[in-house]
C-alpha cells in the first residue's frame, strides 16, 4: 500500500484531481468529507464547539449554523485556529482508523489522503509522498468565482488565510499544474501513477 497526500488551494482543481485519482482505482480518503461528517448531525466535533464557542452557533435543531459558523471563523483567525484544530484532530483519528484498518485487510493498492490543510497541519508526515495541485491565481479565482457565484474579494479573502502557494510546492513531492485543460491534467497524473506502480509493483 502507498498513501499519497493530495492537496491544493481553493480554486486549483484538486477535487477534479480527487476523482480522476478514485476513476483509475485509488481509495480516496477525504479529509472535508470527514470533517463535514465529524460537524453534521450527531457528529463528534459538536460538543467540542459548544464547548468552544457556545450554543450561538448551532440552530434551533441542534445542528451546527455553518454559514454563522463560517463567518465567525473567517473573521477571526483565533477562533479559526481553535475551530481546526478540534476538526482536525477528528479527522487525523478517522484517517488513521481507515489506514489500520487497510493495513489488517493487507491492501496492497494506492490511497490517496484528500487533504487541502495538508501542510498546515503537518498531517505530511502520515503519507508516503505529497502532490500538490497548482493554477494560477488568476485562473483559481475566476474558476471560484463561477462555481460559488460570489465576489472576487470574498474569494481573495479565503485564498489568503491559507498556506502560500510557493511554499506548498516547496513542500510538496510533486506539483501538478492544473492552468490548462483536462488532458494536460490528465497526462501529469498518469504518469505520476505509472511511476508509482512500475517501483512499488501495485
Given at each position: 500500500?502507498?498513501?499519497?497526500?493530495?492537496?491544493?488551494g481553493?480554486?486549483?482543481?484538486?477535487?477534479?484531481?480527487?476523482?480522476?485519482?478514485?476513476?483509475?482505482?485509488?481509495?480516496?480518503?477525504?479529509?472535508?468529507?470527514?470533517?463535514?461528517?465529524?460537524?453534521?448531525?450527531?457528529?463528534?466535533?459538536?460538543?467540542?464547539?459548544?464547548?468552544e464557542?457556545?450554543?450561538?452557533?448551532?440552530?434551533?435543531?441542534?445542528?451546527?449554523?455553518?454559514?454563522?459558523?463560517?463567518?465567525?471563523?473567517?473573521?477571526?483567525?483565533?477562533?479559526?485556529?481553535?475551530?481546526?484544530?478540534?476538526?482536525?484532530?477528528?479527522?487525523?483519528?478517522?484517517?488513521?482508523?481507515q489506514?489500520?484498518?487497510?493495513?489488517?485487510?493487507?491492501?496492497?493498492?494506492?490511497?490517496?489522503?484528500?487533504?487541502?490543510?495538508?501542510?498546515?497541519?503537518?498531517?505530511?508526515?502520515?503519507?508516503?509522498?505529497?502532490?500538490?495541485?497548482?493554477?494560477?491565481?488568476e485562473?483559481?479565482?475566476?474558476?471560484?468565482?463561477?462555481?460559488?457565484?460570489?465576489?472576487?474579494?470574498?474569494?481573495?479573502?479565503?485564498?489568503?488565510?491559507?498556506?502560500?502557494?510557493?511554499?506548498?510546492?516547496?513542500?510538496?513531492?510533486?506539483t501538478?499544474?492544473?492552468?490548462?485543460?483536462?488532458?494536460?491534467?490528465y497526462?501529469?497524473?498518469?504518469?505520476?501513477?505509472?511511476?508509482?506502480?512500475?517501483?512499488?509493483?501495485?
Amino acid at each position: 500500500m502507498v498513501v499519497i497526500g493530495l492537496t491544493g488551494g481553493i480554486g486549483s482543481g484538486k477535487s477534479t484531481v480527487s476523482e480522476y485519482l478514485k476513476r483509475k482505482g485509488c481509495l480516496i480518503i477525504d479529509a472535508d468529507e470527514i470533517s463535514r461528517a465529524a460537524t453534521g448531525p450527531g457528529g463528534p466535533a459538536l460538543e467540542p464547539i459548544l464547548m468552544e464557542f457556545g450554543p450561538g452557533v448551532f440552530n434551533e435543531d441542534g445542528t451546527l449554523d455553518r454559514a454563522k459558523m463560517s463567518d465567525i471563523v473567517f473573521s477571526d483567525p483565533e477562533k479559526r485556529n481553535k475551530l481546526e484544530d478540534i476538526v482536525v484532530t477528528m479527522v487525523i483519528n478517522e484517517f488513521h482508523a481507515q489506514i489500520d484498518h487497510l493495513r489488517e485487510e493487507n491492501y496492497k493498492g494506492i490511497v490517496v489522503f484528500d487533504a487541502p490543510l495538508l501542510f498546515e497541519f503537518g498531517l505530511q508526515q502520515y503519507v508516503d509522498e505529497t502532490w500538490f495541485v497548482s493554477a494560477t491565481l488568476e485562473t483559481r479565482v475566476s474558476r471560484v468565482v463561477k462555481r460559488d457565484r460570489v465576489s472576487r474579494k470574498k474569494v481573495m479573502d479565503r485564498i489568503n488565510t491559507q498556506m502560500a502557494s510557493a511554499e506548498k510546492e516547496r513542500l510538496a513531492d510533486y506539483t501538478i499544474n492544473n492552468s490548462f485543460d483536462l488532458k494536460w491534467l490528465y497526462d501529469q497524473v498518469d504518469r505520476l501513477l505509472y511511476r508509482l506502480r512500475a517501483t512499488e509493483e501495485i
